[in-house]
């Protein structure tokens, strides 16, 4: 159809035939008859399928791309047909099904505009062979069973147990057949088992009749009597209950999902329709929309119903998880507020990171900040790198440099400074757990801490440090992670932590059942936990694996007491020649190019350092039920990072360098809420330690510190910065009350402000004593007569690297002329700095 | 045994100050009638609305494990004799003789059964419910009281004095004491030993120098460098931050705070009869800040885990142990009644398991967590009881096993707390705030509480 003058009319005129032949779903995005006319181009989703099987069907949804810029459902208000309809039907769904085999074209019409693909129909008359696992596995996630708080949770509920999302189908299988409670600790039934089929008498199964409603249920009516899917179950127990691997052929699989689209953006009266293909091991493809589950994330910005259809809510953006059978995708969704009619063109990207920061900007019309402020950035880029604050005079002689490149060439000054070295080794510190042991082993402990400095000096490849770590012998500083510590180290605890340190994983939870947001088995578990069965106790002073034959122990599985013999999660296991070098074939395993994990896991632990939170939140917590922010942009960072040898020191180059990471912090109507597209510059309140070096450094005084008595007691030598410290031989209050991670564990992420920590704000020592010290910024300030203008700036360029506003200079000029004594009055201005929200921030 | 008031049966029940109270209802349309009986309803429930209930609870904490034969559950294998109380039928080791003039007040549980018998684990699951591990770090007895029952001043509403665990007061026992997910203005405020003349604490005190008006001065100050950032920023934390602030300034200046933690108010008579060493201290201590309105405070005196007899058991109970704990907690016992505090006051002595019904060679008893002994008095729990029996050398559970889950659910009940609620860990994970073995549900023991 051509787009006539009264193609406008006509639109609408369909619009009513539409409504007439209630093939139109209510509320469509897009009002019929007005932005219909603003419609520039349609596309038909998916292209060129093929349809297998007797039952086949395929969903589909009709694209538009409007004037806005915006891609939007019109499925609702497209007029669908096909060219040969002795092939196939349509359904009000835009749901093709089969009759018979050929090809033909799909065509789509929206107003004057249209669209159309080619439909291959194969095997019209055959069907797959009954899979348990596929096809009651899909009735048993679709009607909800295997839910995470029904039966797929932990132990099951009311004495009946399913896999999570149907992931282990034999499981299940012998569930339902035998019957049986779930135990946590033992395989031992208690009781005599129920089956939950009933051969002699079908229709009397407890699988048919719990879900019907015919007894009581407690999770309400799944199933009508007589549905599809209660057919489907009741012939199946009628034919005797088969598990379908019959002819010795392994049943065709499910082997992936795939969510389309991948990344949704909705405007506020949006709606999207999700279609879900799965992959099969068979190489085909199938339409699984009408199967699977869908869940948002967050209701409060998105919600989906049981179909498939995403509907916004409010602007935000969430994910929306879809599970079919044994498998989980998912899809981000975003919703905007208004799109942008004149989207502002973009500055220019400084390398990759932007370009893909700002792409995604672009689909959801966020409009990112300008660039920082030369006083901004210096502040943000010294404490980011070095966790340092330049000095008075470094500051100023930077904001008067008129050299386009300064940025660059601070950047570069900062990345070769001892400080870098300094603030690295203390953030790897935490991250590698730098800490003193209970066998109060100094001078292990300091051996450790300076392997930990030495590999950040000489910007050692990561994964070598990753191996040597992991894979430790002998008796040198490495050795000391093994400590053993008030909590116990246990094998799976170790394995655990590097796990969640290396790999971005948080398996803890596949300990004692089978994990209950992703697909990790308790035995996956295990079998990594194995790999660490032969070390050492971590008690001794020589950490090796020891041989087979003088082991003596081995790694049991908890439930069924067997041994477990390692294996990776593919699922390999390890070859007999290796197994006297297990934890270096662990090591290789983790880190090498091929790992899917291990550039991931270390590229996002280090972009949640510049930006406040991880491309994935929480950064080691990897999962397909939390997805990436920006998948593509992690890769490309992962590739990248493997690329130039797993360099730190270039990692970190290339996110400081990005305009991305540069822009300035202050807001616009687009972007005043987004907290996780890197649109802005967010502020992150400093670490502990970076606050008490800050302080030190402001009020000219530094701080001393105490050793314990385990240390010999007495303080640190004069020169030591917090950024120095271990944590348990220099115990801190202040240090603990503003949350610095002790490293008996993992650093967890510090965000509640207390009231501790106002009180030590208001009265601690260190903010009060430290300022009216003799010797200190304040006390040398006052003795030299500096007058105003010159205390003000010094004290506002030191603590937060700028020069005060005319507002500033005023009000506290009036402060410091106050009688009767002009150091009070100084001490006055210093405290307010160093108390101020500005400070204790980083932005 | 007194009889528990906590039912109103008829109107002359309600004191002139309720009535003055309800008598605003009538504006809402409720009559007097209708407000007794929801208010009878509620109480009988053991829910919110019941007028007796605990207020505050001081935990006192016999960090090492004590002795079960040796103390509440005389039994033959202990070196020592049971003698009787001034309650027809219950009886306890002889060491304590002054307690055992005070057992009307006092409930002996002698079946407490948990699972950890190493000291940074039991501590952990004795005092939140659960092991500690990384998949989940729970929050502590104590935490869980101040977020569920909410301040009941400007006094930091949960203390431990002195910092228990002296030895290395790391992670693996902090988080034992903390709040872990639920935030941290539900840790603990740490004090230093109170018994020591230098006793001061840091950050409550404003240093001498400082002025009302110097303080004043500074705000200014610092209001005038926020404004630029204030205008740019305006984070939730920002409001938390200025919440904060005023409640530190608030704690600062009220003489109330002040006067709570400072011991030198407490006449010379008093300091004596609890005992002038650090448990002795701690624990007055902890009878002042109850008072002065503090929700939970653990009495960690014994910090050093002195309870922890490897060697030289009875010696060590008989010379050092046991003296200071039957004075110390017989005299906060009358103390607290005598300042009719003991109807709101929760008394909670335990440790963090028991001990081994064998001496070893050394002539100590190990750790032992499969049956083991703790005493609950005050804040309405019904005393003169023993509930539960082990066997014959106080080695296993006789009867009716009483599980961590179970002393919290009878003590969150005594708050008016419900205790059948979950908490979401921060994986997702509901996990109920009286967690008893097996993940199930702890039940509130019906007798006392």
């Known amino acids: 159809m051509n787009r006539a003058p009264g193609a406008r009319w006509i639109a609408f005129l369909f619009g009513l035939l539409l409504t007439a032949n209630g093939s139109m779903r209510d509320g469509g995005a897009v009002a019929a008859g007005e932005l219909i006319s603003e419609l520039q181009a349609l596309r038909l989703v998916p292209e060129h399928p093929t349809l297998w099987g007797a039952k086949a069907s395929q969903r589909f949804v009709v694209l538009g791309t409007f004037a806005d810029g915006l891609e939007r459902d019109v499925t609702a208000h497209a007029v669908l047909t096909l060219s040969d309809p002795t092939l196939a039907t349509i359904d009000s769904g835009a749901r093709v099904t089969v009759r018979a085999d050929g090809a033909c074209d799909l065509i789509a019409q929206v107003g004057g505009c249209k669209a159309s693909t080619r439909v291959q129909f194969e095997g019209s008359s055959q069907t797959l062979p009954f899979s348990f696992a596929r096809d009651i596995g899909q009735i048993l996630t679709k009607r909800g069973c295997n839910t995470s708080d029904c039966h797929g949770s932990v132990k099951g509920q009311k004495g009946f147990k399913l896999s999570l999302n149907a992931s282990y189908p034999q499981e299940d299988y012998k569930w339902i057949i035998e019957g049986g409670v779930y135990k946590v600790l033992t395989t031992e039934q208690s009781e005599p088992p129920k089956p939950r089929i009933n051969k002699e008498q079908p229709e009397e199964s407890l699988i048919l009749q719990k879900p019907a409603g015919v007894v009581p249920h407690g999770g309400g009516k799944r199933l009508d009597v007589g549905s599809m899917d209660y057919r489907t179950i009741l012939a199946w127990v009628q034919n005797g209950a088969p598990y379908g691997e019959d002819d010795g052929k392994a049943p065709i699989a499910i082997e992936g999902l795939k969510a389309f689209p991948p990344d949704v953006v909705l405007d506020p009266q949006g709606k999207h329709q999700l279609l879900v293909t799965a992959l099969l091991s068979n190489g085909r493809n199938e339409d699984v929309t009408d199967q699977a589950t869908y869940t948002s994330n967050n209701v409060e910005v998105a919600k989906v119903n049981g179909d498939g259809m995403v509907e916004a809510v409010s602007t935000g953006e969430t994910a929306i998880v879809i599970r079919g059978v044994g498998r989980v995708a998912s899809a981000r969704v975003g919703v905007i507020a208004q799109p942008i009619p004149n989207y502002p063109a973009s500055p220019g990207s400084r390398n990759f990171v932007d370009e893909h920061v700002f792409a995604k900007l672009r689909k959801f019309n966020i409009v990112p900040s300008g660039l920082s402020g030369d006083a901004e950035f210096l502040r943000r880029v010294c404490l980011d790198l070095t966790g340092t604050l330049p000095s008075p005079n470094r500051a100023r002689a930077f904001l008067a440099d008129p050299d386009p490149d300064k940025r660059d060439k601070l950047i570069e000054i900062l990345l070769a400074s001892p400080e870098y070295v300094d603030f690295w080794a203390y953030r790897f510190g935490d991250l590698f757990r730098v800490h003193f042991t209970a066998r109060q082993d100094l001078r292990g402990t300091h051996q450790y801490k300076d392997w930990v400095r030495n590999r950040i000096a000489l910007n050692k490849p990561y994964d070598q440090t990753a191996r040597e770590l992991i894979a430790v012998q002998g008796w040198g500083g490495t050795t000391q992670h093994y400590y053993r510590v008030t909590s116990l180290m246990t094998p799976q605890e170790i394995m655990a932590e590097q796990m969640r340190v290396f790999q971005g994983l948080r398996l803890e939870c596949a300990q004692c059942h089978n994990h209950p947001f992703e697909a990790w088995s308790q035995d996956q578990f295990w079998g990594l936990a194995a790999f660490f069965g032969r070390m050492t106790p971590v008690n001794s002073y020589l950490i090796l694996d020891l041989p087979s034959a003088v082991a003596g122990k081995t790694v049991n599985h908890p439930r069924t007491k067997a041994e477990v013999q390692p294996a990776f999660l593919d699922g390999t296991t390890v070859p007999e020649s290796k197994l006297d070098d297990l934890r270096m074939t662990l090591a290789r395993w983790m880190t090498s190019a091929e790992n899917p994990y291990f550039a991931r896991a270390t590229v996002n632990r280090i972009w949640g350092y510049f930006f406040g939170r991880g491309i994935v939140e929480p950064v080691d917590d990897m999962r397909s039920t939390n997805p990436p922010t920006h998948p593509k942009l992690l890769d490309a960072l992962a590739r990248h990072f493997v690329e130039r040898g797993f360099d730190i020191k270039d990692l970190i180059r290339t996110i400081v360098q990005s305009r991305a990471y540069q822009l300035s912090g202050e807001f616009n109507e687009t972007n005043r809420k987004d907290l996780i597209n890197c649109s802005r510059s967010l502020p992150r309140m400093l670490e502990a330690v970076v606050l008490m070096d800050a302080i030190s450094v402001v009020t000219g005084v530094e701080e001393v510190f105490e050793l314990d008595n385990f240390a010999g007691g007495g303080s640190t030598p004069p020169g030591t910065r917090a950024i120095d410290l271990i944590p348990d031989i220099s115990p801190s209050n202040f240090m603990d009350v503003f949350g610095r991670p002790n490293r008996q564990a993992l650093p967890e992420p510090v965000n509640d402000v207390t009231v501790g920590q106002a009180l030590h704000m208001l009265a601690g020592s260190t903010y009060t004593e430290k300022i009216s010290m003799e010797g200190g910024r304040v006390d040398r300030l006052v003795k030299s007569g500096a007058n105003n203008r010159e205390i003000l700036e010094e004290l506002f360029l030191a603590a937060l690297c700028r020069l005060p506003t005319e507002y500033e200079r005023t009000e506290l000029d009036k402060i410091l002329d106050k009688d009767p004594s002009r150091k009070e009055n100084v001490e006055a201005v210093a405290w307010a700095l160093i108390s101020s929200r500005e400070f204790a921030y980083n932005h | ?449």
């Not at chain 2, 230098?198 to 240093?207: E, I, K, M, S, Y």
């Not at chain 2, 967690?435 to 007798?447: K, L, R, V």
């Open chain 2, 1 to 449: 045994m007194e009889k528990p008031r906590y039912a109103r049966c008829n109107e002359s029940d309600v004191t002139r100050r309720e009535v003055l109270r309800v008598g605003s209802l009538s504006l809402l349309g409720i009559s007097l009638g209708q407000y007794l009986q929801v208010s009878k309803a509620l109480a009988d429930n053991g829910l919110a609305g019941g007028p007796v209930k605990a207020q505050a609870c001081i935990l006192l904490w016999l960090e090492g494990g004590p002795s079960h034969m040796d103390t509440w559950d005389p039994k033959p294998n202990s070196a020592f004799k049971p003698i009787s109380t001034n309650v027809d039928g219950i009886q306890i080791s002889e060491l304590f003789p002054r307690v055992a003039r005070h057992m009307d007040k006092l409930a002996v549980i002698r079946s407490v059964r948990t699972e950890e018998d190493n000291h940074p684990q039991g501590t952990c699951y004795t005092l939140t419910g659960h092991r500690p591990g990384a998949a989940l770090k729970f929050p502590s007895l104590g935490s869980i009281i101040c977020k569920e029952t909410g301040p009941r001043n400007e006094l930091p509403q949960y203390v431990l004095v002195p910092q228990p665990c002296e030895h290395a007061f790391t992670s693996a026992f902090q988080d034992a004491f903390s709040a872990n997910f639920i935030g941290g203005e539900y840790n603990p405020m740490v004090l230093p030993d109170p018994s020591q003349d230098d006793f001061r604490v840091a950050d409550l005190t404003l240093p001498k120098s400082m002025s009302f008006e110097q303080i004043a001065n500074r705000r200014t100050c610092l209001s005038v460098v926020d404004r630029f950032y204030r205008e740019k920023e305006n984070l939730a934390e920002f409001g938390l931050m200025d919440a904060s602030s005023r409640q530190a300034l608030a704690m600062l200046t009220s003489p109330g705070v002040k006067n709570a933690f400072d011991l030198s108010q407490e006449t010379e008579k008093t300091k004596d009869a609890y005992g002038r060493d650090r448990v002795g201290q701690s624990v007055l201590l902890a009878r002042r800040l109850v008072e002065g309105g503090c929700r939970f405070v653990t009495a960690s005196g014994y910090r050093g885990a002195e309870w922890d007899t490897h060697g030289n058991n009875d010696k060590i109970l008989r010379e050092t142990l046991a003296p200071t704990l039957d004075r110390t907690l017989s005299v906060l016992l009358e103390d607290l009644k005598q300042r009719g505090l003991l109807e709101t006051t929760l008394v909670v002595v335990m440790g963090e398991f028991g001990r081994t019904p064998d001496v070893n060679a050394a002539g100590g008893r190990d750790h032992y967590a499969k049956c083991w002994s703790l005493l609950l008095g005050g804040g309405g729990i019904r005393g003169g009881q023993v509930i539960g029996a082990s066997d014959e050398r106080a080695a296993n559970v006789a009867d009716r096993t009483v599980s961590i889950g179970d002393l919290f659910a009878t003590i969150y009940k005594a708050f008016g707390i419900d205790y059948t609620k979950t908490y979401m860990s921060p994986v997702g994970r509901p996990v109920y705030i009286a967690n008893s073995i097996g993940d199930e549900q702890g039940q509130p023991i019906q007798e006392l509480v």
